[in-house]
């Protein structure tokens, strides 16, 4: 589930948060990065997304319920489709609609999971009492300002 995590927040720096183009406005981009150098960063630092935040046994209990929900709902990665790409890759002639195909199949499954995970995410956040709210928002400025130097050096 930690994966999941860091490819969710990966994706969302890439797509929006802090790529586009240098604005006038100091905007950070991802120009010279690549995706997985932002996500081995953002794995190194063990990123969860309610760390400093204190949790009442009862939040716990039903944020617990959530997750096994949610395992229980999200489809799992389907190894077949994976396999498939390896041997597109590996092939002695390269297949560039077929690889393509199949990674837009891939990454339509890989949706379906991140929309899930975010509406559990949304749904354990809106546990949070404001107080606690307010210090994971304080801790997600923290970790984004984090990403942002590191991208800067």
Same mark, same amino acid.
């Given at each position: 589930?930690?994966?999941?995590?860091?490819?969710?927040?990966?994706?969302?720096?890439?797509?929006? %948060?802090?790529?586009? &183009?240098?604005? %006038? @406005? @100091?905007?950070?981009? &991802?120009?010279?990065?690549?995706?997985?150098? $932002?996500?081995?960063?953002?794995s190194?630092?063990?990123?969860? #997304?309610?760390? @400093?935040?204190?949790?009442?046994?009862q939040?716990?209990?039903?944020? *617990?319920d959530?997750m096994?929900?949610?395992?229980? @709902?999200?489809?799992h $990665? +389907?190894?077949?489709?994976?396999? *498939?790409l390896?041997?597109? /890759?590996?092939?002695?002639?390269?297949?560039?609609?077929?690889v393509?195909?199949?990674?837009?199949?891939?990454?339509?499954?890989?949706?379906?999971?991140?929309v899930?995970?975010?509406?559990?995410?949304?749904q #354990?956040? +809106?546990?949070?009492?404001?107080?606690?709210?307010?210090?994971?928002?304080?801790k997600?400025?923290? *970790?984004?300002?984090? /990403?942002?130097?590191?991208?800067?050096n």
């Amino acid at each position: 589930m930690h994966k999941l995590n860091v490819l969710v927040i990966a994706a969302a720096l890439a797509s929006g %948060a802090v790529s586009g &183009t240098a604005a %006038a @406005g @100091g905007q950070t981009t &991802t120009e010279g990065w690549h995706h997985d150098d $932002i996500a081995n960063d953002l794995s190194d630092t063990h990123y969860s #997304m309610f760390d @400093g935040v204190r949790l009442t046994e009862q939040q716990r209990q039903q944020m *617990r319920d959530l997750m096994s929900q949610a395992r229980l @709902g999200t489809p799992h $990665i +389907n190894v077949s489709e994976m396999e *498939r790409l390896h041997t597109l /890759i590996t092939a002695e002639k390269f297949d560039e609609p077929a690889v393509r195909a199949q990674m837009e199949l891939i990454a339509q499954q890989d949706l379906v999971r991140q929309v899930q995970m975010a509406k559990i995410r949304n749904q #354990m956040y +809106n546990l949070l009492t404001p107080e606690q709210r307010q210090i994971l928002d304080e801790k997600h400025e923290q *970790r984004v300002a984090e /990403i942002k130097l590191r991208m800067s050096n």
